[in-house]
Each structure stands twice: as C-alpha cells, then as structure tokens.
C-alpha cells in the first residue's frame, strides 16, 4: 500500500507576556501523532507558520510522568532533527498531502487565528474533504473560518477542543487570550467534552478533534483511517474505470 504524505503542523508562540513563562506546543501532542504515523509507514512533513525550531511548553510533560511517546520522541534523533528544521508554510505544497494534523498547546491560541497561511490551508483541506485532524487547543486555527455566506465555519459542527474546565484548572486561566470552548459554542459548533484529562474524540465526516494530550493518539488513528479509507475509494475508482 502506498504511503500517505502526512503534514503535521506545530505552533512556534514562544511567550505569552510573562517573562515566567513561556509557551509553545505541548509535546505529547506532536509526539503521539507523529509516531502513529510513523509507525503506519506514512511519510511525515512538520511545518509551522515560520519554520525553525518547534518551542515545547515548559511543563509538557510534568516530569516524571512522560508518556512513552514522548519518551522516544526526545531520544530519537530523526524526530529531533524534524521538530528543529521545520519548513515554513509557505513553503509547502497544499496539494501534495493526504491528510494533516494540528497539534495542540497553549501558544496556538495566540497564533492560529491570526495566521492567514493557515487560515487558507486549512480551509482548504475541508473544502477538498481531506482528512484533518486537532487536538486540545489546535482547534483555534478554525475560528476565523466562515463559509461562502459568510457564517462560521465551525457552525452546525459536531466537534470538541480543550475545555473551559481544563483552561480554568491549568496554571494559566487567565493568560489565554480566549477560552476555546467559550468561543466555538458562540460560534454555532456543536461543542461536547469528557472529563478532564481524559480522551474524547469528535469525527464530522472529515474533521477529527481530540479535546486534549489524552485524545492525541486516537485523534490521529481516526484521521488515519479516514485517509485509507479514502485511498481505498479513490483505488477502487481507478480500478472500476480500467475495467
């Protein structure tokens, strides 16, 4: 089976205004996904708005309590060299990808809805009904999107993000420049959530949200799958039409 071309796109939001903190993506949001595709045999490309080094939020993850993909991501020289030669969006090809991936952390919040590459690339994936997926605050990318009548893209969506709860229970709810479940459900999205950290995973035809780090993983299994089921489809159009 041919290997799916992959985008995975990553935040480069470095400080948030307190020069305590600094913020970034959260590593078990680009790890879990890039190693499920990886794994899958799929060829991988990591971008962000302006390229680079990838900035990972300081407390991701608590020490002592990294998951395994994460584990592997720091020890793993392949994975290390992508997250700090990113390619910048512009320099990459909408055309050329068969599914993409979001990756969540507090620094997409500032950055996503004000990024017009993104804007442009992301609607595009939906316009073309190509698989794409996001997880925790990655969703913030979205909320400036509206459709040709100009109404909310996320409107009448059945999706999740990071929840007011979780904001509000971190150790910046005030910082953010908004709460992403607060602003969705404004917008019209049928918004649902789980318990705090745990998984809960939205799929409208070809969108897939994870509400946080939790809902990595299965967030991209299920864009995965929805990418091979498409190749599938497509296989089988060629093949009827050969015949």
């Known amino acids: 089976m041919q290997s799916l071309r992959s985008l995975l796109i990553a935040d480069t939001h470095e400080n948030d205004g307190d020069p305590g903190y600094g913020t970034g993506v959260w590593m078990e949001d680009l790890a879990a996904p890039y190693y499920v595709l990886r794994d899958a045999g799929e060829c991988i490309t990591i971008v962000s708005p302006d390229g680079g080094h990838i900035p990972v939020d300081a407390s991701s993850p608590v020490p002592g309590s990294a998951p395994d993909c994460v584990l592997r991501f720091r020890q793993d020289p392949q994975a290390l060299y992508h997250s700090t030669h990113m390619l910048p969006l512009n320099e990459v090809r909408k055309e ?4 993409v991936f979001l990756a969540g952390g507090y620094g997409a919040l500032w950055n996503f809805p004000k990024d017009k590459r993104l804007q442009q690339l992301v609607g595009y994936f939906i316009r073309q009904q190509i698989p794409i997926g996001f997880v925790g605050h990655a969703l913030a990318a979205m ?43 404004e917008l019209g999205a049928v918004y649902s959530k789980g318990p705090m950290a745990s998984c809960h995973v939205v799929t409208d035809r070809r969108l897939v949200t994870g509400q946080n780090r939790a809902s990595a993983t299965e967030t991209v299994r299920q864009v995965l799958l929805l990418a091979r089921s498409k190749d599938k489809e497509m296989q089988f159009r060629m093949d009827q039409k050969i015949h």
């Open 96 to 99: 050329d990808f068969d599914l």
């Open 143 to 185: 909320i400036l999107l509206t459709r040709y009548d100009g109404r909310p893209l996320v409107a009448g969506r059945r999706l999740t993000a990071y929840s007011n709860e979780e904001q509000e229970s971190s150790r910046w709810p005030e910082i953010p420049p908004l709460l992403l479940e607060s602003k969705l459900v």
